[in-house]
Protein backbone atom coordinates (compact mmCIF):
# COMPACT_ATOMS: atom_id res chain seq x y z
CA UNK A 1 0.00 0.00 0.00
CA UNK A 2 1.22 3.78 -0.58
CA UNK A 3 2.22 5.33 2.66
CA UNK A 4 4.48 8.50 3.07
CA UNK A 5 6.13 9.30 6.77
CA UNK A 6 7.30 13.32 7.21
CA UNK A 7 9.45 13.59 10.11
CA UNK A 8 10.13 15.47 12.47
CA UNK A 9 6.22 16.27 14.11
CA UNK A 10 7.89 19.17 16.04
CA UNK A 11 10.76 21.07 15.64
CA UNK A 12 11.48 24.41 17.60
CA UNK A 13 14.55 26.33 16.07
CA UNK A 14 16.48 29.60 16.74
CA UNK A 15 16.38 32.33 14.32
CA UNK A 16 19.71 32.00 11.71
CA UNK A 17 19.47 27.93 12.05
CA UNK A 18 19.64 25.94 9.23
CA UNK A 19 15.94 23.74 8.49
CA UNK A 20 16.18 20.17 7.13
CA UNK A 21 12.43 18.30 6.96
CA UNK A 22 12.49 14.80 5.36
CA UNK A 23 9.38 13.05 3.53
CA UNK A 24 9.32 9.55 1.93
CA UNK A 25 7.33 7.45 -0.02
CA UNK A 26 6.28 3.97 -0.23
CA UNK A 27 4.04 1.65 -2.50
CA UNK A 28 4.42 3.91 -5.67
CA UNK A 29 6.98 5.00 -8.47
CA UNK A 30 7.58 8.21 -9.67
CA UNK A 31 5.01 10.24 -7.26
CA UNK A 32 4.59 13.80 -7.66
CA UNK A 33 6.07 15.65 -4.37
CA UNK A 34 4.10 18.55 -2.66
CA UNK A 35 5.35 20.43 -0.06
CA UNK A 36 2.69 22.83 1.50
CA UNK A 37 2.39 25.43 4.39
CA UNK A 38 0.14 26.36 6.68
CA UNK A 39 0.24 29.97 8.31
CA UNK A 40 -2.27 30.59 11.24
CA UNK A 41 -5.33 31.06 9.90
CA UNK A 42 -4.39 31.16 6.08
CA UNK A 43 -4.88 27.82 4.66
CA UNK A 44 -2.73 26.06 2.55
CA UNK A 45 0.02 27.37 0.90
CA UNK A 46 1.93 25.73 -2.41
CA UNK A 47 5.48 26.00 -1.60
CA UNK A 48 7.05 23.29 -4.05
CA UNK A 49 6.28 20.50 -6.24
CA UNK A 50 8.65 17.94 -8.11
CA UNK A 51 7.47 15.57 -10.93
CA UNK A 52 10.80 13.86 -10.92
CA UNK A 53 13.87 13.47 -9.68
CA UNK A 54 15.85 17.00 -9.59
CA UNK A 55 12.89 18.65 -10.78
CA UNK A 56 11.49 21.39 -8.58
CA UNK A 57 9.04 23.82 -8.94
CA UNK A 58 8.65 26.92 -6.38
CA UNK A 59 5.35 28.60 -6.32
CA UNK A 60 6.34 31.04 -4.32
CA UNK A 61 9.68 33.34 -3.63
CA UNK A 62 10.38 32.52 -0.09
CA UNK A 63 13.59 31.36 2.27
CA UNK A 64 13.09 27.89 1.56
CA UNK A 65 14.31 25.43 -0.80
CA UNK A 66 13.39 21.75 -1.74
CA UNK A 67 15.18 18.93 -3.58
CA UNK A 68 15.04 15.56 -4.73
CA UNK A 69 17.49 13.43 -4.08
CA UNK A 70 15.74 9.98 -4.97
CA UNK A 71 12.56 9.17 -6.36
CA UNK A 72 10.43 8.94 -3.25
CA UNK A 73 12.49 11.14 -1.15
CA UNK A 74 11.47 14.83 -0.84
CA UNK A 75 13.42 17.42 1.47
CA UNK A 76 12.59 21.22 2.59
CA UNK A 77 15.38 22.96 3.56
CA UNK A 78 16.59 26.55 4.51
CA UNK A 79 19.97 27.81 5.14
CA UNK A 80 18.97 30.66 7.82
CA UNK A 81 15.07 29.80 9.78
CA UNK A 82 13.50 33.27 9.93
CA UNK A 83 10.99 33.90 12.13
CA UNK A 84 7.99 34.03 9.45
CA UNK A 85 9.05 30.49 8.39
CA UNK A 86 7.48 29.70 11.39
CA UNK A 87 4.01 27.32 10.62
CA UNK A 88 2.71 23.47 9.98
CA UNK A 89 4.28 22.20 7.11
CA UNK A 90 2.64 19.11 5.29
CA UNK A 91 4.23 17.10 2.85
CA UNK A 92 1.92 15.14 0.34
CA UNK A 93 2.35 13.17 -3.03
CA UNK A 94 0.12 11.89 -5.54
CA UNK A 95 0.61 8.93 -8.10
CA UNK A 96 0.70 11.08 -11.26
CA UNK A 97 -0.90 8.57 -13.14
CA UNK A 98 -4.43 7.58 -13.29
CA UNK A 99 -7.02 8.25 -11.03
CA UNK A 100 -5.76 10.85 -8.85
CA UNK A 101 -5.51 10.87 -5.27
CA UNK A 102 -3.34 12.92 -2.90
CA UNK A 103 -1.77 11.12 0.04
CA UNK A 104 -0.69 13.66 3.07
CA UNK A 105 2.28 13.35 5.38
CA UNK A 106 1.45 14.08 8.99
CA UNK A 107 3.20 17.51 8.98
CA UNK A 108 5.79 18.92 11.24
CA UNK A 109 4.91 21.83 13.34
CA UNK A 110 7.65 24.27 13.01
CA UNK A 111 8.51 27.23 15.88
CA UNK A 112 11.55 29.53 14.97
CA UNK A 113 12.21 31.16 17.73
CA UNK B 1 -4.98 29.08 -13.73
CA UNK B 2 -7.58 26.73 -12.18
CA UNK B 3 -8.59 28.27 -8.86
CA UNK B 4 -11.17 26.80 -5.73
CA UNK B 5 -13.15 29.13 -3.84
CA UNK B 6 -14.62 28.04 -0.01
CA UNK B 7 -17.05 30.70 0.43
CA UNK B 8 -16.66 30.97 4.55
CA UNK B 9 -13.60 30.56 6.26
CA UNK B 10 -15.72 29.68 9.46
CA UNK B 11 -18.74 27.78 10.36
CA UNK B 12 -21.02 27.49 12.86
CA UNK B 13 -23.38 24.58 12.93
CA UNK B 14 -25.48 22.84 16.62
CA UNK B 15 -24.95 19.07 16.94
CA UNK B 16 -27.16 17.17 14.79
CA UNK B 17 -27.75 20.01 11.87
CA UNK B 18 -26.73 19.63 8.40
CA UNK B 19 -23.60 20.82 7.79
CA UNK B 20 -23.05 22.45 4.52
CA UNK B 21 -19.90 23.80 3.33
CA UNK B 22 -19.26 25.71 -0.47
CA UNK B 23 -16.61 25.33 -2.71
CA UNK B 24 -16.85 26.60 -6.48
CA UNK B 25 -13.57 25.88 -8.94
CA UNK B 26 -12.71 27.60 -11.61
CA UNK B 27 -11.19 25.81 -14.84
CA UNK B 28 -12.56 25.50 -18.57
CA UNK B 29 -12.35 22.16 -18.19
CA UNK B 30 -14.18 20.36 -15.03
CA UNK B 31 -11.10 19.29 -13.29
CA UNK B 32 -11.13 16.26 -10.52
CA UNK B 33 -12.51 17.13 -7.66
CA UNK B 34 -11.57 16.63 -3.85
CA UNK B 35 -12.44 17.10 -0.06
CA UNK B 36 -10.13 16.59 2.40
CA UNK B 37 -10.82 16.96 6.96
CA UNK B 38 -8.25 18.20 8.59
CA UNK B 39 -7.78 17.86 12.79
CA UNK B 40 -5.62 19.67 14.89
CA UNK B 41 -1.85 19.08 14.32
CA UNK B 42 -2.91 16.47 11.54
CA UNK B 43 -2.09 15.88 8.05
CA UNK B 44 -4.85 15.78 5.76
CA UNK B 45 -7.44 13.17 4.74
CA UNK B 46 -9.39 12.57 2.15
CA UNK B 47 -13.15 12.52 2.33
CA UNK B 48 -14.42 12.19 -0.57
CA UNK B 49 -13.55 12.49 -4.53
CA UNK B 50 -14.82 13.53 -7.62
CA UNK B 51 -13.45 12.16 -10.82
CA UNK B 52 -16.22 10.65 -13.32
CA UNK B 53 -19.13 9.27 -13.04
CA UNK B 54 -22.21 9.91 -10.87
CA UNK B 55 -22.40 13.48 -9.78
CA UNK B 56 -23.23 12.56 -6.55
CA UNK B 57 -21.03 11.06 -4.76
CA UNK B 58 -20.61 9.67 -1.12
CA UNK B 59 -17.76 9.48 1.32
CA UNK B 60 -16.34 8.44 4.46
CA UNK B 61 -17.74 9.62 8.09
CA UNK B 62 -21.87 10.24 6.47
CA UNK B 63 -20.83 13.21 4.45
CA UNK B 64 -21.05 13.71 0.38
CA UNK B 65 -20.81 16.18 -2.19
CA UNK B 66 -22.53 16.81 -5.15
CA UNK B 67 -20.84 17.88 -8.50
CA UNK B 68 -22.56 20.74 -10.53
CA UNK B 69 -20.60 21.49 -14.01
CA UNK B 70 -23.81 24.20 -14.34
CA UNK B 71 -22.73 26.11 -10.92
CA UNK B 72 -19.09 24.73 -10.87
CA UNK B 73 -19.52 23.46 -7.37
CA UNK B 74 -18.99 20.71 -5.47
CA UNK B 75 -20.38 21.28 -1.95
CA UNK B 76 -20.20 19.28 0.78
CA UNK B 77 -23.04 18.29 3.23
CA UNK B 78 -24.09 15.90 6.46
CA UNK B 79 -27.51 15.69 7.53
CA UNK B 80 -26.46 15.86 10.44
CA UNK B 81 -23.85 17.10 12.78
CA UNK B 82 -21.88 15.49 15.31
CA UNK B 83 -19.16 16.65 17.38
CA UNK B 84 -16.59 14.82 16.09
CA UNK B 85 -16.84 16.41 12.57
CA UNK B 86 -15.20 19.85 14.25
CA UNK B 87 -12.13 20.04 12.03
CA UNK B 88 -10.93 22.04 9.27
CA UNK B 89 -11.77 21.08 5.42
CA UNK B 90 -10.20 21.68 2.24
CA UNK B 91 -11.95 21.64 -0.92
CA UNK B 92 -8.87 20.69 -3.90
CA UNK B 93 -9.38 20.60 -7.90
CA UNK B 94 -6.70 18.54 -10.11
CA UNK B 95 -6.43 19.15 -13.73
CA UNK B 96 -6.79 16.03 -15.58
CA UNK B 97 -4.10 17.20 -17.51
CA UNK B 98 -1.91 18.50 -15.04
CA UNK B 99 -0.38 17.54 -12.11
CA UNK B 100 -0.64 19.49 -9.32
CA UNK B 101 -3.48 20.34 -6.80
CA UNK B 102 -5.00 23.67 -5.92
CA UNK B 103 -6.38 24.29 -2.78
CA UNK B 104 -9.60 26.38 -1.41
CA UNK B 105 -9.01 28.40 1.98
CA UNK B 106 -10.34 25.88 4.06
CA UNK B 107 -13.14 26.35 6.13
CA UNK B 108 -13.07 25.48 9.89
CA UNK B 109 -16.23 23.83 11.62
CA UNK B 110 -17.37 24.52 15.01
CA UNK B 111 -20.18 22.04 16.35
CA UNK B 112 -22.14 23.59 18.84
CA UNK B 113 -23.93 21.60 21.58
Known amino acids: SQTIHQWPATLVQPVGSPLSLECTVEGTSNPNLYWYRQAAGRGLQLLFY??????ISSEVPQNLSASRPQDRQFILSSKKLLLSDSGFYLC????????????FGQGTRLTVV | AQSVTQLGSHVSVSEGALVLLRCNYS??????LFWYVQYPNQGLQLLLKYTTGATLVKGINGFEAEFKKSETSFHLTKPSAHMSDAAEYFC???????????FGGGTRVLVKP
Open chain 1, 50 to 55: SVGIGQ
Open chain 1, 92 to 103: AFDSGTGVPEAF
Open chain 2, 92 to 102: ASLQAAGNKLT
Open chain 2, 27 to 32: SSVPPY
